[in-house]
C-alpha cells in the first residue's frame, strides 16, 4: 500500500516539480558534482557500437588512462547525444527541457581521447554493467569510473528499447520502446513485486518469490538482455567494434568477467553469471531477481547482493532470500554475500543519489542516506568484492568482503539468513 501510495503521490506531484525547476532552477535542482574517483589511475572514456543490423548494440566504455593533460573532462551527456536523451528522458521519466539541460551540465571525471594505461597483454579486468530499465548507459557512471580508477576496464551496455535513450557513435538514436514498457508497467508485475514486500512469513515469502521470479513476461525480457551482454563480449573482445578499440582489447582479460548490474541489470547479471563461463563474480545492486532456476540453486560464481530498505520488508530479509543458494544452507554459502544498506532506497544505487533538495530526492526515489556517502559506501563494496574474485586480494579473516566494510559503513547490515534455513526444514526443501 506504502509503495502504490508513494507512485501515485509521484506523478501528481512531477508537474509542480517541473514548473518549479523551469522558475528556479538553481532552488529546485542543483546541478550535482561528482566526488573524484579514489583511485590511482586517472580515467579515459570511450563509446561503441557493437551487434549487427537485427539488434544494433551501443556500449561505453571506462578503462584506466596513462596521461590525461589537455585533455578536458567530459560532459555528462556529450553534444551530441543531448537530443535523443532529452526526447528520451522527456517520455521516460517525464522530465522537462530544464531539468535535461540541468543534467547534462555534470561534469564527470571522464576523459575522451585518453589513451590507455600501459599494460602488460590481459592484464586489466573486465567489468560488464548493465543499467536498471528505463535508466541510461550513463545512469551508473560514478560506480564506472571508480572502478576504471581502480584498474577495471568497464563496460556499460545499453540494451536497446529498455533504456530511456542511446546515442550511437555515428550519432543515430533510440528511446525507450512502448512494448518494453508495457512488460515493465504491467498492474499484475506490480502485485507481483508486493507479494514478495508484504509476505508475513518465509513459507508465504518463497510461494511469492517463485511467483515473482517465473513472470513470462520478465523471463523473456531477461533473455533478451542476456543476449545483449553476451553479443558485447563476444564482439568486443573480437575487436569487432565500431569505432575499432584494439588498443583497450589488448589490454583487456576477457577470461575472468565481473558482471554487475543495478535493478533488472542486476537480476541480468546473476542470470548471465549463471550461464556464461566467462565470468567470475557478480554484483546485483537491488536487483529483484527473475528466473527460477537460482531459485534453491547455489550461485556458479561468488555473489554480492546488496538491497535499499527503504520499503521494508513485512518478514524479515531481503528480496532475494530464497535466490543464490539451497535453502537448506541459505546465507552459509562461501562467496555469496549479502546486505541491507540502510537509508537507501532503490534509484540510490544510481548516480541520481547526489540529487539535492528533499522535494526532489523523494520524487526521484531516493532514500535518507546522503548521496555521497552512498557513492562512497557503494563504491567501496564492489571494488573490494571485485578485487576479492578477479584478483584475489583482501580477504578478511572470514573470507568475505562484507564483514570488514561493516565495520567501516554502519549503514551496511548483513543479512541473517536463518529464517529461510528453518523454514527450509518445514517445506521440505
Sequence with gaps: MKLRLMVLLQKLLLPLVRLAVRVAPEAFFPVPRFARPSGRYPVGVRDIQCGDSSRRLMARIWYPAGSVAGLERRAYFATNEYPVMEAGLMQALGYN???VRRLAAIETWSHEGAAPLEAGEGE????????????LVTSNTQLCEELASHGYLVVSL???????ALCYPDG???????????????PGLLDLAMGVLGAGSPEERKRATLGWSSDAGMKALSDTWVSDSRRCLDDLSAGACE??????????????VGACGMSFGGSVSATLAQEDGR??????????????ALVNAPSRVPLLMLHSNALPMAEQGGFNDFHYEPHRVAGQTPGVERALVDGSA????????VFRGRLLRWLSGLGTISGERMVALTSAACVAFLDRHLRGRGADQHGGVLPGLSRQW????????????????????
Design 410 to 429: 554502519q549503514e551496511i547490515r548483513i543479512l541473517d539468513l536463518s529464517r529461510v534455513r528453518n523454514a527450509s526444514r518445514s517445506l521440505g526443501d
Design 124 to 135: 586489466l579486468p573486465v567489468v560488464l554493467f548493465s543499467h536498471g530499465f528505463g535508466c
Design 279 to 292: 565470468v567470475a563474480a557478480v554484483i546485483n545492486l537491488d536487483g529483484g531477481q527473475v528466473d527460477t
Design 172 to 186: 543515430s538514436g533510440a528511446v525507450l520502446a512502448e512494448d518494453c514498457l508495457r512488460t515493465i508497467a504491467r
Design 97 to 99: 527541457r530544464s531539468m
Design 158 to 164: 545499453a540494451h536497446p528499447g529498455s533504456t530511456a
Design 243 to 256: 569505432p575499432p578499440c584494439e588498443d583497450l582489447v589488448a589490454v583487456a582479460n576477457f577470461s575472468r
Design 346 to 353: 532503490h534509484m540510490d544505487f544510481t548516480d541520481s543519489t
